[in-house]
């Protein structure tokens, strides 16, 4: 799909479950998007795909503004803050346009933050301890990060049993080999990955080879 000028009116934004962003699609997009003008196009892309959460990390200067684009310009889409780790990032992302909030971990304070923000969100956990902390305020999704070197599949076996309540997107480490296997998972709702954003292709705006990426990702369940 080649990148195209946005549309003149703003479209109609794509339903988000009111308590969960978990169910929108297999994959949920992790994307670093270095310069604004390509979120639009990109995102685009994504969501021809059938991926149409889009995660963008507030990992550079771009971030807000790109969530600003693609949250007023690309019909279907469903555009989400990571790496979300202060309460004033929470504000900031939120009056952008994001529809869900997503964090490597959290604290009381960004807890409290993200829960009185109004929107979906997804703490970070990687031990039972933290997963259990979570279920005692009420949090039954989240992400489980960073899901390779945190131990994986099996990792998230052994919590089914013990807390069954609990469910995740995993992130970190995952690619087009191991999705299936998270994804197979009970307790798992989606994954996160960048896998279908190849730097090479994002590079030479190659939308069309993102395009078939997501478009592989979306039928990984």
């Not at 003149?8 to 339903?15: C, D, F, G, S």
């Not at 690309?74 to 555009?79: D, I, K, N, R, S």
């Given at each position: 799909m080649n990148a195209s000028l946005p549309s003149?009116?703003?479209?109609?934004?794509?339903?988000?479950?009111?308590?969960?962003?978990?169910?929108?699609a297999p994959v949920v997009p992790v994307v670093v998007i270095e310069d604004a003008?390509?979120?639009?196009p990109l995102a685009r892309a994504l969501v021809a795909g059938g991926l149409p959460a889009i995660e963008v990390t507030l990992r550079t200067p771009a971030a807000p503004d790109a969530i600003r684009a693609i949250?007023?310009?690309?019909?279907?889409?469903?555009?989400?803050?990571?790496?979300?780790i202060t309460p004033e990032q929470v504000t900031g992302a939120v009056a952008a346009g994001a529809r869900f909030l997503v964090s490597p971990g959290w604290t009381d304070v960004l807890l409290a933050a993200m829960r009185a923000s109004?929107?979906?969100?997804?703490?970070?956990?990687?031990?039972?301890?933290?997963?259990?902390?979570?279920?005692?305020?009420?949090?039954?999704?989240?992400?489980?990060?960073?899901?390779?070197?945190?131990g994986g599949t099996a990792f998230l076996k052994s919590l089914a049993g013990p807390l069954p309540q609990a469910r995740f997107c995993p992130t970190g480490g995952i690619g087009p080999d191991t999705a299936p296997e998270y994804l197979a998972l009970p307790n798992v709702g989606c994954v996160g990955g960048s896998w279908m954003l190849p730097g090479d292709a994002v590079a030479a705006r190659d939308w069309d080879r993102v395009e078939r990426l997501a478009r592989e990702a979306a039928g990984l369940r």
């Open positions: 003149p009116t703003a479209p109609e934004p794509a339903a988000v479950p009111s308590a969960s962003v978990l169910g929108l003008a390509d979120a639009v949250a007023g310009e690309v019909p279907g889409a469903v555009v989400g803050a990571g790496t979300v109004g929107v979906p969100f997804l703490p970070g956990a990687s031990t039972a301890s933290e997963v259990m902390a979570l279920l005692e305020r009420g949090v039954r999704e989240m992400k489980f990060f960073p899901a390779r070197a945190a």
